[in-house]
């Protein structure tokens, strides 16, 4: 340290509480827990074994959002399982902010997104709602490269809470978290919580052989069931350990190849909210695979195949994974994404799923000011053993934004969905659509 700069100065972050019924201490524990570790980190970093001379650089961009939709569907339910004459259809008025983190430094690059939004629906009033997210990551090379050079390690934490639940992750960003509930399960409208932490490293041991290990703790809550009266859904609270290791291999610069296997424990317990059609249960799945990456300037591929065992089900499958990302640097975006492995239902029944998924996003901007977005997903879902309930989604987004001015943008955008579960006897279809335009006030 310098003598002149004097001691560094100590940073405070905000905490943020985020609310859900219930469940807040398991929640606060994990956020506080990802929190200290990139405090530390940071920290870490500021004052390593080695000194750093480059300077960090953190940017704080605040962002305010002001949106209005109409959607088709704001139960996410089949009309037949509705009470006779309740209005499925409405506009929704939504107001939301949040604040992005960003921090980087040789030892340190670290990025951390939350924010909130309040909605208010014009006719079915009870409806009214808050949701937050919150997602961050904290890549730490530069700081355990010092203790073994060439080393890795990747920490990143993902939470949210909506009634509004997800099934798909969308958008042209590479993924630096795997969320498991994201395979294209669409469940009925319920107030749900869901929070994924991993950590993934790299240790060099010779010459371009290295140990790759990971670790990931998920869990799916359920509040309340708001279609619950009508529908009878059901709903399952969902932990999954998963833990990963094998040796990989640096071909070239570009190339890396690994062999890889990963574990599963799953744990299930049925709702208190609401009735079920399954017991609670606990499984886990075993994969064994081989994976290939390369990175270039322009875009990144990973292709990933192997076999999967489920047990206690003793179903095995063949399951691979495709990942094609570009540069975010480029005029024209595009992530596609192609996998087949195991998954939880959480939704209606559960147990593990064999689960397809394939996404394609791609953003192309036509000028300075204006851009256009799609996305489409689809997922098949097959419940084992006996494949006897489906679960098949197909959405997909197009959009049209336009720079009003350095802070601000309009969006217009329309998401159609068709979620169908498929069982002996009683098929269910749900269909959306939904048009929105929102204004955007960023200030980076």
């Not at 905490?15 to 219930?22: A, F, G, M, N, R």
């Not at 290939?292 to 192997?306: E, H, K, L």
């Amino acid at each position: 340290m310098d003598a002149a700069t004097g001691p560094p100065r100590e940073t405070r972050f905000p905490v943020i509480e985020l609310c859900c019924p219930s469940k807040s201490k398991q929640k606060h524990s994990v956020l506080k827990w990802f929190a200290a570790v990139i405090l530390v980190a940071l920290g870490a970093g500021a004052e390593t074994l080695t000194p750093v001379p480059a300077q960090a650089d953190t940017k704080v961009i605040p962002t305010a959002v002001l949106s209005e939709r109409y959607d088709t569907n704001v139960f996410y339910a089949p009309p037949e399982l509705l009470p006779p004459g309740q209005r499925r259809s409405d506009f929704v008025s939504t107001l939301a902010g949040g604040v992005q983190l960003l921090h980087k430094s040789r030892a340190v690059e670290a990025s951390l997104t939350a924010g909130g939004d309040a909605n208010a629906y014009a006719y079915n009033t009870g409806l009214n709602y808050l949701s937050t997210t919150a997602d961050a990551y904290a890549r730490l090379d530069g700081w355990v490269g010092q203790f073994a050079e060439g080393a890795k390690l990747l920490i990143a934490e993902g939470f949210r809470y909506t009634p509004e639940q997800p099934s798909f992750f969308t958008g042209t960003k590479a993924q630096t978290l795997d969320d498991p509930f994201l395979r294209g399960i669409q469940g009925f409208r319920a107030n749900t919580f869901s929070n994924t932490t991993s950590a993934n490293g790299e240790l060099p041991i010779f010459r371009g052989l290295a140990l790759q290990g990971s670790y990931s703790f998920s869990l799916y809550r359920v509040g309340s069931i708001v279609a619950l009266t009508s529908t009878g859904a059901a709903f399952f609270d969902t932990n999954i350990h998963t833990w990963s290791v094998g040796p990989g291999f640096k071909l070239s610069p570009v190339d890396h190849v690994a062999l890889l296997y990963q574990q599963s424990l799953v744990s299930q317990k049925l709702t208190s909210s609401g009735p079920g059609i399954a017991q609670d249960l606990t499984y886990n799945a075993q994969e064994v695979s081989a994976k290939y990456t390369r990175i270039m300037p322009d875009w990144t591929a990973i292709v990933q195949a192997g076999a999967t065992l489920i047990e206690p089900a003793s179903q095995a499958f063949p399951s691979a994974t495709l990942t094609v990302t570009t540069n975010p640097e480029r005029s024209t975006l595009l992530r596609l994404d192609l996998s087949r492995k195991a998954a939880p239902s959480y939704f209606f029944a559960a147990g593990s799923t064999i689960s397809n998924v394939a996404t394609a996003g791609v953003s192309h901007r036509l000028s300075k000011r204006f851009s256009l977005r799609g996305n489409f997903s689809y997922g098949y879902n097959e419940i084992v053993p006996g494949k006897t309930i489906k679960f098949e989604n197909l959405s997909a987004l197009a959009g049209l934004n336009y720079h009003l001015t350095r802070t601000m943008s309009l969006d217009l955008s329309y998401n159609y969905n068709n979620f169908t579960i498929k069982q002996p006897g009683t098929p269910f279809e749900v269909q959306r659509d939904v048009v929105m335009l929102s204004l955007t006030a960023q200030w980076k």
